[in-house]
């Protein structure tokens, strides 16, 4: 242990509370066994990524663990309730509901719920290549231990669904649908945590605006307007726009456009300049060259296509 940081050394007292003889009341605990894991690692459905074990902790009183040469795995912890402390070689964190730790293989860490308010965490093992990828999508850098995600959002990330289904057996089917399930809570809190900086009614507001474009792309909306209507400035309208499309909103209004322009080049006999026209472009040569840039083929190739 001579290579772990100071701060990381605890006393033989604090380390045994990891030894807890039956666990907390309403645990749930699921690990998949090394044999299964040795036999199904190597499944390209697995080899991305792959579940090795996750569970829920609730009240989790007395609770701590120390790992001086880390996991063999990756550990994505979500605080729920609670609260609790969390140390690896570079840092210590304070856990509250909401905050989301990510321990990466082989890193010398700690953690333990508060003393006097026992954290309740949802957690996840898992392995697999994707894993730094997904790191990067979340914060950004694949060196960070930590972020947080508004409490009201915890649930949208349905990270409790991977022990739910891990709790019906070890198959190979249940191993890929709890590896699927992680996927999307790691997409969840991608999302979530681009969105951290905004009020659930901000963004509430911004979702319906961007149904409404959905709904009336083919009028001409100006972005001030749109921000007045969300009550939020232009700037921040449009970064929470963004974060929620992946465009700005003049972009999404483009693409809105020409992919209705693409269904009636599909299912349809109109003229390009027809659909030009229908689509709010009044000159057939900037549709023609806005869809070439969208869809990577002019209106002509792309019906021809769509046909064959």
Known sequence: MDNIPKKLHYPPMKIAHAKRPHGFPGQRMVMVPLPTLKRIEHHPLLKGSMVTGAGFFPNAEGHSIARPKGAASHLLIVCLAGAGTVST???????????????????????????????SILWVHFTGEEAHAWRNLVFDTDQ??????PVDQIGSLALDRIHNILENGYSLLNVVDA??????SLGMLARNKLQSG??????????????KLRSDWSHLHRIEELAIQAGVSVSHYSTLFKNETGFSPIDFLIRQRIQHAARLLATTQESIASVSAST???????????????MGCSPRAYRTQSRS
């Open 280 to 294: 709010g472009y009044e000159e057939p040569y900037y549709f023609s060259r806005s869809f070439r840039k969208i």
């Open 179 to 184: 590896t699927s399930a992680l996927r999307f």
């Open 198 to 211: 905004a009020t659930p009614s901000a963004r509430l507001r911004v979702s319906s605006s961007i149904e």
């Open 144 to 149: 960070s231990d930590a972020c947080n995600v």
């Open 89 to 119: 070689a570079s840092n210590e964190y304070q856990a509250k509901p909401g905050s989301i730790f990510w321990l990466s293989p082989d890193t010398p860490h700690y953690y333990e719920a508060s003393v006097n308010e026992p954290w």
